[in-house]
């Protein structure tokens, strides 16, 4: 074990390794395949770097999340690891270079999206590599009873084919006992091998509000309990009406969604863990890889699709294991909408078949061709040229994906591109200017192919070498275009979309059983799960999340808005209204912790707790940052 404290020290600067890492480490790295079940934020990441580091060859990491894949590639890269990704819209050289410098041990970790397990040519290169380990983050993705099934998982099984004595490692944030044992089963695993973590978090209090105004009360609770905190609303135009709502009433905000510029949303995730910013008000697109431990409040404004997705984004609150807040805010109008997102995620199956039509028409894809061809996707673009709502449009390519007909990627930058339009001895004939002479002359001693592909192209780069800035390299190829010299596509923000199959003809198109009516009712479940979450009045909130993963025999936490009403009960209203009063005189005079409080009063300790819980719950006492309770200011 000492050499693996000794990689997290070097590399990590910790000293020792968080519950459960340990465990994991050690049986990944006795050649165990092994299924890690950690909440967010337990550092799963680690599992699989360290014991890497320890062994000899490659780590191959499948994860479906591209900023995420991205994100970690940098930072191992800033520790001095060698690392690597491969994901849809990289170009053909990408792609093959990367893959010769991981057969050429160049790399200790390569990161691959799941869609390109399965391609040829990723099979051909792996053969050749020295793998010592398969990493399978987000692996609830790989059954088809988990919340986000996605069938280029399935193809990690291909791999293990392949390299039979290479061991993998599992790792997942929310897994039902369901999804836990189909995740061993679709991975090969020899032997069920599970590690879990309890998902109990005893700081952590779970509140549901039934209000009308559910900003007003969003005002209320940033009011009446201090720090940082995220909100978590369902469409990108309502994290801007709610992000401007709160700074109007003096709560600094900024809002965050997928359609941002990677420029934009690494400035604000930056202001917002620095405490520049206080809330962040975001779609279901901020999180993934945010680890920021003093986040006090996680509140949603929509009820999320399934128990899985509400626990692991309210789970982002109270990190560093101080008391946090997760409030889930409700009403009648949340139980319409619920019923509406069923419909709008499964469209009806003809619809489906007209979108696919459409898509192979938009792409110009002849019927019998198009298998593992990836094109820059303008889902706007197409819903605008052939009349489908953007929800429907985008919900049945998700079903068309499920089937295994289409993939489409995340929003990611692709890089510029550039084609000469005219052949080299018409390039010498052009009367060119000095600086577009000189940017001819670099473009082609950079990059090969340009007369006959377009190339991807960096003006970061060609600024370089021309001493120019990144906006006169980009004027100058407008120039050029303009004189139809070259075909010159600036990057832009767009997903891809591969033909995963050679396109059908619309009458042959056959949606499958288990791509969309299973499915359907494994979503309807879910939502009803959250749909009975939200309007419990009985048991304990903490209670029902871990019975929801498999965890039963906990005790009610006590601290809940139900605990905290069924504390109520215990006592008369008379004892509860003297202790109150005595509460409220008493925090007039001074402001006193929870423990010094409840000696300073008469009463027994055991009816003072639920009377303080109960009032800290309504907002009628709070709790300072020196976690002394006072008055609210009015």
Not at 81 to 107: F, K, Q
Not at 445 to 466: H, K, V
Request: net charge neutral; hydrophobic share 40%; glycine share 6%.
């Amino acid at each position: 074990m000492q050499q693996y404290l000794d990689i997290l020290k070097t590399y990590w600067g910790y000293d020792q390794f968080r519950p459960l890492q340990a465990d994991i480490i050690q049986s990944i790295a006795s050649g165990r395949d092994t299924l890690g079940l950690m909440p967010t934020g337990g550092g799963k990441s680690l599992t699989f770097q360290v014991p890497a580091l320890a062994m000899e060859g490659v780590c191959i990491v499948v994860t479906p999340l591209i900023a995420l894949m991205k994100d970690q590639v940098e930072n191992l890269k800033h520790k001095g690891v060698s690392a690597a990704a491969i994901y849809s819209g990289m170009s053909h050289d990408e792609i093959m270079l990367t893959l010769d410098n991981a057969v050429c041990e160049a790399y200790k970790f390569l990161y691959v999206s799941p869609e390109r397990l399965a391609t040829r040519i990723f099979i051909a290169k792996v053969r050749l590599m020295h793998v010592c380990m398969i990493a399978v983050d987000e692996s609830h993705c790989i059954s088809q009873w988990g919340y986000d099934f996605r069938p280029s998982y399935l193809k990690i099984a291909d791999i293990r084919e392949i390299l039979p004595e290479v061991p993998v490692l599992a790792l997942t944030a929310t897994a039902t006992p369901e999804v836990v044992d189909d995740i061993q089963n679709q991975l090969h695993f020899r032997e069920k091998n599970v590690f879990r973590k309890s998902f109990h978090r005893s700081n952590l209090i779970y509140v549901v509000r039934t209000v009308e105004n559910k900003e007003e009360y969003l005002l209320k609770i940033l009011s009446s309990v201090p720090g940082t905190s995220v909100v978590y609303v369902r469409n990108r135009k309502k994290t801007k009406e709610i992000a401007g709502f709160l700074n109007d009433n003096g709560i600094t905000a900024e809002h965050f969604h997928a359609g941002l510029k990677n420029e934009t949303k690494d400035v604000r995730q930056a202001r917002w863990k620095s405490g520049e910013t206080r809330v962040i008000v975001a779609t279901n697109a901020f999180g993934m890889g945010i680890d920021k431990p003093d986040v006090r409040t996680v509140v949603h404004m929509d009820l999320p699709d399934s128990i899985e997705a509400y626990f692991q984004e309210a789970g982002r609150a109270g990190r560093d294991e101080k008391k946090a807040y997760a409030v889930l805010l409700f009403n009648k109008s949340d139980v319409t909408k619920l019923r509406k997102r069923v419909t709008d995620t499964f469209p009806p199956k003809e619809t489906v078949s007209q979108v696919y039509d459409a898509v192979g028409n938009y792409l110009e894809v002849a019927v019998g061709s198009g298998l593992d061809s990836t094109f820059v996707f303008d889902i706007a673009d197409f819903c605008g040229k052939f009349h489908f709502p953007l929800l429907v449009a985008y919900n049945s390519i998700k079903i068309l994906q499920q089937a295994g007909y289409l993939d489409l990627t995340d929003e990611q930058d692709s890089s510029s591109l550039v084609l000469f339009t005219v052949k080299k001895d018409e390039l010498y004939e052009f009367k060119s200017t000095a600086e577009q002479e000189k940017l001819i002359h670099i473009l082609l001693r950079s990059y090969t192919g340009l007369f006959t592909d377009p190339a991807a192209i960096s003006e970061e780069t060609l600024g370089g070498r021309l001493g120019w800035s990144h906006q006169q390299v980009y004027d100058q190829l407008v120039l050029l275009s303009r004189e139809r010299i070259i075909r010159y596509i600036p990057r832009k923000k767009t997903p891809f979309l591969t033909f995963t199959a050679r396109r059908e003809e619309m009458s042959r198109l056959f949606i499958t059983r288990e791509a969309y009516d299973d499915r359907r009712t494994r979503y309807v479940e879910r939502v009803k799960s959250v749909l009975d979450y939200a309007k419990e009045e009985n048991h304990c909130r903490s209670q029902v999340l871990l019975g929801y993963f498999g965890e039963t025999g906990a005790g009610a936490c006590g601290k809940c808005d139900i605990c905290l009403k069924n504390l109520e009960n215990i006592l008369t209203d008379e004892e509860f209204a003297q202790i109150k009063s005595a509460i409220v005189q008493v925090l007039q005079e001074k402001e006193l912790t929870i423990g010094n409080l409840a000696k300073k009063l008469s009463y027994k300790e055991t009816k003072v707790l639920p009377v303080i819980r109960l009032l800290l719950d309504q907002q009628q006492i709070i709790q300072n940052e020196q976690m002394k309770l006072q008055l609210p200011q009015y």
